[in-house]
Nanobody
Framework: VQLQASGGGLVQPGGSLRLSCVAS????????MGWYRQAPGKQRELVAT???????NYADSVKGRFTISRDGAQNTVYLQMSSLKPEDTAIYYC???????????WGRGTQLTVSS
């Protein structure tokens, strides 16, 4: 599975931004797609995922601020981010995981910088 992410950039604190990720290739269901992030000097961490049955899962640090959704027909996942904080600055990686097997893919990453 190939993952193409888009939507990163520079945003001021308190601002909003939406990330998108499209999966192509041999996409099987049931699956989970979503986002992890890695800030400089830190380990990669979960941001949010959503299953092909549209069941979401969020990191505590983004609950109430980020919303994940997906378009199943297009194998596309979205991450709507609001009330952004400087600590949200990181490279955001799109992921795909087939829930009944070992097929797991990562996108290249898109940079989000929250700064005034």
């Amino acid at each position: 599975v190939q993952l193409q992410a888009s939507g990163g950039g520079l945003v001021q604190p308190g601002g909003s931004l939406r990330l998108s990720c499209v999966a192509s290739g041999r996409v099987f269901s049931p699956n989970s797609m979503g986002w992890y992030r890695q800030a400089p000097g830190k380990q990669r961490e979960l941001v949010a995922t959503i299953t092909s049955q549209s069941i979401p899962n969020y990191a505590d640090s983004v609950k109430g601020r980020f919303t994940i959704s997906r378009d199943g027909a297009q194998n596309t996942v979205y991450l709507q981010m609001s009330s952004l904080k400087p600590e949200d600055t990181a490279i955001y990686y799109c992921t795909y995981r087939y829930l009944l097997g070992t097929n797991n893919s990562w996108g290249r990453g898109t940079q989000l910088t929250v700064s005034s």
